[in-house]
C-alpha cells in the first residue's frame, strides 16, 4: 500500500486538468481511495461524470447544497483523507492559498486543511515566473505546502518553458516521499543500477538477469531523502524516478567513464553501487555476427573490467561508498571481504538466485565488525533503510 492511502484531489480550471483523469486512474491501481472535488472552471475542461466514475464517488462541487459528504464538504473531505493534492495547480489558486482566501469549495478546503498538501502547478511560463506567484509559491513552502513541478516544455498555449504539469505518473512517483526526514538534504548521490552487457559479436554478448529494480529503488528513496541524485543506468526498461538525473551506459567501461565523469570536479557525499556490473570483458568481440562452424567452438579471450566500488573509494572526493555483494554462499564472510577489500562504508549482500529479477530482496547489511539481516521486505523498502544507514554513516563522519 502506498504511504498515503486516503486522498483527495481539487481539480482547478486549467487545460491540464484532463489529465487528472489517468492521475485517478493510476491512484485507484494502487489501491488508494480516491474523492474529487472540482472548482466552476474545472468542470469546464472535465465533467464531474467523468471523476465520479473513475474514483467511484460523488464529486464535490459546492458548498451551497448538502452532498454526500455532508453540509460542510470542506470538512467533512479533509477528515476523510490524508493527502490533498490540487492538481493542475493554477496562478489562480495559489495565490488564493498563499493568502487564505476561501471563496469557493476547493480554496476552502484548502484552507481547513488539515493534512500535508501537495500542488502539481500547470501554466504558462511567464505566469509561473511572474514576481508575484514565485511569491506565493514561498510562502506556501514556507507553511509547509508540497510543489511537484513544474516541468520545461511545450505548452498548450504555444510557448515552451517552466509551467508545464508534470505527468500523472511522475507526480505518483514523487508521491510516497513527501513526508521522509531529509535526511540527505543538500547531499550529492550518485547510484548505479542494472546489468552491463559485454559484446561478443554484433548480436551476442554476456549479461546478467539483473532488473534494475533494487537500485531504482535507492535512487528514489535518496531523492525522498531531500539528495541531488544521479542514477547511473546500465540497460534495463525501467521509467526515470521523476527529479532524478539518468545516465545510461551499456558496457561496464561505459559504466565507469560515467560514474568518473559524473564525480569530476564535484565527487559525491554518498557513492551507492548497486548495478550488476560484468567482472570481465571480451577483448576479440567481433563486427557482424560470428558463424556457428561445423563443431568448432569460438575462441573468446577475456580481460577483467574495471572494479567501479574501488575506483569510486580510491578517488578521494566521495565521502562515503556502498556496495552490493551478489553471492551464491558464504555471503557474510564474502561481503566483508568484499568490504575490507574496496574500503567501502557498507556492503549490503544478498543471495543473486533469490534477488535477481524479482519484487522483494532479503539482504544483510555487513560492515568490517558486524553483520545484521534485513527482510525479505520489498525493495523499496531495502532501499529506505539502505538511506537510513548512510544517513547515520554520514552522520557519524
Partial sequence: MPRFSRITLAVTGGIAAYKCCEFVRALKKTGSDVHVAMTEHAAAFV???????????????????????????????????????????????????????ADDLVSTLIAARRQPVLFVPAMNRFMWDNPANQRNVETLRRDGCFF?????????????GA???????????????????????GRRVVVTAGPTFEPIDDVRGITNRSSGRQGFDVARAARDAGADVTLIAGPCPLPTPAG??????VTAADMAAAVAGTL????????IGVAAVADWRVTNARAGKIKK????LPELQFEENVDILRMVGERGDVKITIGFAAEAENLEAYARDKCQRKGASLIVGNIAREALGGAENSV??????????????????????IIRRASQILTKN
Fill in 47 to 101: 465533467g464531474p461524470v467523468t471523476f465520479e466514475a473513475l474514483s467511484g464517488h460523488p464529486v464535490a462541487m459546492t458548498e451551497w447544497a448538502p452532498g454526500p459528504q455532508g453540509a460542510m464538504p470542506h470538512i467533512g473531505l479533509n477528515q476523510s483523507s490524508d493527502l490533498l493534492v490540487v492538481m493542475p495547480a493554477t496562478a489562480n489558486i495559489i495565490a488564493k492559498a498563499a493568502h487564505g482566501i
Fill in 293 to 296: 562452424t561445423d563443431g568448432r
Fill in 244 to 249: 532524478v538525473k539518468r545516465i545510461d551506459a
Fill in 364 to 385: 544483510l547489511f555487513v560492515t568490517p565488525d558486524s553483520a545484521e539481516a534485513f527482510g525479505p521486505a520489498p525493495k523499496r523498502d531495502v532501499a529506505d533503510e
Fill in 148 to 160: 511537484a513541478g513544474p516541468a520545461s516544455g511545450f505548452q498548450a498555449c504555444g510557448d515552451v
Fill in 163 to 185: 509551467g508545464r504539469m508534470l505527468e500523472p505518473s511522475e507526480v505518483l512517483d514523487l508521491m510516497d516521499g513527501l513526508t521522509v526526514p531529509k535526511s540527505l538534504e
Fill in 264 to 271: 569530476e570536479g564535484r565527487g559525491a557525499d554518498l557513492f
